[in-house]
Nanobody, 124 residues
Framework: QVQLVESGGDLVQPGGSLTLSCETS????????IAWFRQAPGKEREGVSC????????AYSEAVKGRFTISRDIFKNTVYLQMNSLKPEDTAVYYC?????????????????WGRGTQVTISS
């Protein structure tokens, strides 16, 4: 059974850093591509970053490029999202998603499996 569990969300001041974790089970990270999405109140869920199962190559949305870094630990079956220089507009529920493919894209419809999310709040 495929399961994704996010953790690490917190209240952080602007300019701060936070690392989110997505613990996976029921598959290997060498066979599933993973993405992080976020959804702010009243807004559509948007893709933030993704990592390919094939070679670990990553992609980022323009909103977070240069500030966020996605990585994976194949042995721990966990994907991370390191977030730096956080802004109030980064406030959202962050979700990880998985698909049994080598291609990773920032399209919500691409992903079959989703976690329940973790809340990130950026405020002073």
């Amino acid at each position: 059974q495929v399961q994704l569990v996010e953790s690490g969300g917190d209240l952080v001041q602007p300019g701060g850093s936070l690392t989110l974790s997505c613990e996976t089970s029921g598959f290997t990270l060498e066979s599933y591509s993973i993405a992080w999405f976020r959804q702010a109140p009243g807004k559509e869920r948007e893709g933030v970053s993704c990592i390919s199962s094939a070679d670990g190559s990553a992609a980022y949305s323009e909103a977070v490029k240069g500030r966020f870094t996605i990585s994976r630990d194949i042995f721990k079956n966990t994907v991370y999202l390191q977030m730096n220089s956080l802004k109030p507009e980064d406030t959202a529920v962050y979700y990880c998603a998985a698909d049994p493919s080598t291609l990773a894209v920032l399209e919500r419809a691409w992903y079959r499996h989703w976690g329940r999310g973790t809340q990130v709040t950026i405020s002073s």
